[in-house]
């Protein structure tokens, strides 16, 4: 078993900066939540993008599943926005690969105080070990599959369509 | 699908004393940990004992046996000591209860800078859903049967024995 | 000896809001901070706005004028955002109090990882009970006059005229 | 005006040790605390000691002193564990030195929640900068003279004698 973390920015990855006084990105913070989550288990993290998910384009989205394509690992997690996480999870769920793929992300930044990042970065690492292959959510302490999940702005949380 | 935390103590769960100037156990901090991951499964914390694990006795494993045995969830995640973790998969693994239980806990506690608690817990709760029937550890992010782990407490990681 | 801490906003007490996904004011952090602070010398906090700097107009720094006159201890700090705390600090400075007034802010808010937040009220407290009557800004652990200093936008430090 | 910090050790300066499983000493944190502090007076920083200040002797004390007296900055902040910190302030009040000299500590470890590491720097920080030359302690928000003060152990707070 061997995992591959895909990041692509999104609320997780924001980071705040000091000079323009605003929340943007900069290096991902994944090699350092990966390195505090001590994990064992041979993982590569591959950064595919960083940007906020409202501003993915259809390529952006192609070189995600493009990349899920060619990981050489079964098991994978997309660190993704949540505001177009469904749209990217039916772009690799379509493709049907014979793979485990979990999106999952945050409501809060990882750099900021009461953030579910580190939460849901692991739920999504046991899962992505644990499930057959498909397309998964993982947010809100609940398993989705792609086609059935949708998220509800208004509350900030996922739920079933 | 609904879920069981059972806390028992563990260095997930310490707490500094400024007083005496230690670590010791206060109130849990589990409930603000679920809070914080904005879990939407329905959820139980039950406190069945609040311990440094080296101080478990055969009791208290017993106790939380029972609370495994009396859990109606067929979900169970137990926060746990890491150093005698395994011990407490024995007694829980021997009974062959017919419900998926994971134990995790941390190699730092959760209000220490770089603890590995919060990832430990999302790991535990997502396997907690996805796995069969049976008792696992999770820690480094790795998934164990219980009957196959120990830790390294040279390096601080768990392993396949 | 007592204090009082005016809360006007700015960066320091920004605050995530996770729905809509940006960095607000919401209930202003400072009970937390100055609980966290153990400070035992007779504290009142006043909270005057909860503004960013850049939207407070002239009526805003006359309110906060007034609560420097109004104050019954000799001691104020007032929290404030960096882009004009030295056109408050004008303000204040002109009226010529018979106090010592310290201002100070943060060039990354409280809850995010890497503040300078806690550190600058310290300052700021400490300064407050040690400097002879005057309007100050303390800022990058240095002590300016309010009518010698600026902030250097480019590099996110202030310095004197 | 610049700046000298020495460091001692004490709570301020734990670390927690994750094979051990305790709080300890390892590297000195206020290479990073300063660095977060943003401070641009001339600072330099001199690690005298990484004592718990209950294990401090008097060879440990006078070597306090001596790098006071050799430091060419007439500011200075020690950072001390708080059970011994007036015996030092003590020793080095009595050398009476051309200088101010503050020293400050935390109740909590600067990498556990809620402490009060930073603020006490910072308070440190500001009142070197501002009081006559002396001998101060720092603590709970309150300046203290070198001779007229000792820790509540019962409360974990200063007073006055």
């Given at each position: 078993?061997?995992?591959?973390?895909?990041?692509?920015?999104?609320?997780?990855?924001?980071?705040?900066?000091?000079?323009?006084?605003?929340l943007?990105?900069a290096?991902?913070?994944?090699?350092?939540?990966?390195?505090?989550?001590?994990?064992?288990l041979?993982?590569?993290?591959?950064?595919?993008?960083?940007?906020?998910?409202?501003d993915?384009?259809?390529?952006?989205?192609?070189?995600?599943?493009a990349?899920?394509?060619?990981?050489?690992?079964?098991?994978?997690?997309?660190?993704?926005?949540?505001?177009?996480?469904?749209?990217?999870?039916?772009?690799?769920?379509?493709?049907k690969?014979?793979?485990?793929?979990?999106?999952?992300?945050?409501?809060?930044?990882?750099?900021i105080?009461?953030?579910?990042?580190?939460?849901n970065?692991?739920?999504?690492?046991?899962?992505?070990?644990a499930?057959?292959?498909?397309?998964y959510?993982?947010?809100?302490?609940?398993?989705?599959?792609?086609?059935n999940?949708?998220?509800?702005?208004?509350?900030?949380?996922?739920i079933?369509?």
């Amino acid at each position: 078993m061997s995992l591959r973390i895909l990041a692509t920015g999104g609320t997780f990855d924001k980071h705040y900066d000091e000079i323009a006084g605003k929340l943007t990105f900069a290096k991902s913070h994944l090699p350092d939540v990966i390195a505090r989550a001590r994990i064992t288990l041979p993982t590569q993290l591959e950064i595919v993008a960083m940007l906020d998910s409202l501003d993915m384009q259809d390529a952006d989205r192609s070189n995600v599943l493009a990349a899920c394509q060619q990981a050489t690992e079964a098991a994978i997690v997309i660190i993704h926005g949540t505001d177009t996480m469904s749209e990217t999870a039916h772009v690799i769920g379509n493709a049907k690969l014979a793979k485990t793929i979990i999106l999952t992300g945050a409501m809060i930044p990882y750099e900021i105080a009461n953030s579910d990042a580190l939460f849901n970065l692991g739920f999504a690492c046991g899962i992505a070990q644990a499930l057959p292959h498909g397309v998964y959510i993982a947010m809100n302490g609940q398993i989705f599959n792609w086609d059935n999940v949708k998220k509800n702005r208004t509350q900030g949380v996922f739920i079933q369509k």
